[in-house]
């Protein structure tokens, strides 16, 4: 009967990506905008940073089918409708 043989390798950890030229990849909480927050990781500030969301998945009308209307915190779309409000459809 043969003896079955194990041998043992080791590995050298090996970095393929340069030092010191990549940013810091960190753990962050993403606050919606209804309040639920979750965490991730991303490079956007510090380690333990929180991201505020003014529009997310929840609200904006990519994801919602177009139902809910965006606020408008800029006065933008008041500029439009009075720029352009008279090119609409004719009654």
């Known amino acids: 009967m043969k003896e079955a043989c194990i041998e043992t390798v080791e590995f050298e950890v090996v970095s393929l990506m340069k030092a010191d030229i990549h940013p ?3 753990e962050i909480t993403v606050i919606m905008s ?3 927050e979750f965490k991730t990781r991303s490079t956007y500030g510090e380690e333990g940073a929180s991201l505020r969301l003014d529009i997310d998945p ?3 009308p ?3 089918g177009g139902n809910t209307h ?3 915190t800029g006065g933008r779309v008041g500029r439009f409708n009075k720029r352009f409000g008279n090119f609409g459809l004719k009654k």
């Open 24 to 26: 810091k990849y960190h």
């Open 34 to 36: 209804d309040g639920s």
């Open 58 to 60: 929840k609200v904006h």
């Open 62 to 64: 990519a994801w919602t």
């Open 70 to 72: 965006l606020v408008d």
